[in-house]
């Protein structure tokens, strides 16, 4: 079987996954603002519990629970405070837990670099539980819940991912980073690049929460920072010398794999949102 033949196998797989999946996180983001916190929510607890897991993986000793609950604790909190929950001066109260990670790394007996393992469980919190902490503000950007802006990011996302995989396949031929991972092509990049731009096009004929240019520009960023979010995940795995995060959806891989891009693209658009 060629390699083509191959990737196109693997649909058996990732086409149930992914509509199970969309459809959940659709119903959840649509639902209201408990709907898209609790999706968002478990989305980013499984993401963060599987960097430490390749991180442990790489002989490193990061606190797995204890990162993954303030992780959880981040998102929980800056949800509360974008919604007006609750008051800003509680995210205060984030400093002092996460200060507690050294106080256990202290207590740890036989560790060689503590102070490197303390930096993966930073590490985990900054690369995974901030970006999705930020996806709190451009929900709440207008002082109430919108749903329009981030389900508009998840389908130009979801539409470049299904672009890129198929114009790979059809086209690709010159690869646009080899070194970090061998089966991406200009040409996939590209044909990703001009399905996510259809898809904020079509975003901007039914959804006023921007305007038709500030969704193309919208793509452009979620595109061209999504592509370079699933290269760092990549450079990662590499290093690792592994080809999936884990095994949790089918198809696709793990949480990681799944929601690489959005890692990257959640500062651009919160940073985008907020400056206009």
């Known amino acids: 079987m060629t390699s083509d033949s191959k990737r196109f196998s693997s649909l058996n797989q990732r086409v149930p996954t992914a509509i199970v999946g ?33 991180a442990i993986m790489d002989e490193m000793a990061p606190l797995k629970i204890w990162g993954t609950i303030l992780g959880m604790v981040l998102f929980s909190v800056s949800f509360l405070i974008e919604a007006d929950i609750i008051d800003p ?21 036989g560790e060689t670099k503590p102070f490197t393992h303390v ?39 979801w539409a470049s991912d299904t672009g890129a995989y198929f114009s790979g396949i059809l086209f690709g031929k010159k690869k ?19 399905l996510g731009l259809i898809m904020a096009y079509v975003f901007s004929l039914y959804f006023s929460d921007l305007t038709m240019i ?23 795995k590499r290093s690792i010398a592994i080809k999936d995060s884990g095994e949790s959806l089918p198809g696709h891989g793990g949480f990681l794999d799944r929601f690489d891009g959005l890692l990257l693209a959640s500062p651009f658009m919160a940073a985008f949102i907020k400056l206009i």
């Open 22 to 54: 969309a459809l959940a996180i659709i119903g959840g983001v649509s639902y209201g603002m408990w709907g898209y916190f609790a999706v968002f929510l478990i989305i980013g607890g499984f993401s963060l519990w599987e960097f430490y897991r390749l």
């Open 214 to 236: 500030q969704w193309f520009v919208a793509a452009a960023l979620i595109v061209i920072a999504g592509t370079y979010g699933d290269l760092v995940e990549s450079l990662f």
């Open 89 to 109: 001066k509680y995210i205060l109260l984030a400093f002092p837990l996460f200060a507690s990670v050294f106080l256990i790394k202290l207590y740890k007996k």
């Open 119 to 157: 930096a993966y469980t930073y590490l985990g919190i900054v690369y995974v539980s901030i970006p999705f902490s930020l996806l709190n503000v451009i929900v709440f950007d207008m002082g109430h819940y919108r749903y329009q802006v981030i389900l508009g990011m998840l389908f130009i996302l």
């Open 176 to 194: 646009l980073f080899e070194r970090v991972s061998p089966k991406k092509t200009w040409e996939g990049s590209i044909g990703g690049g001009v």
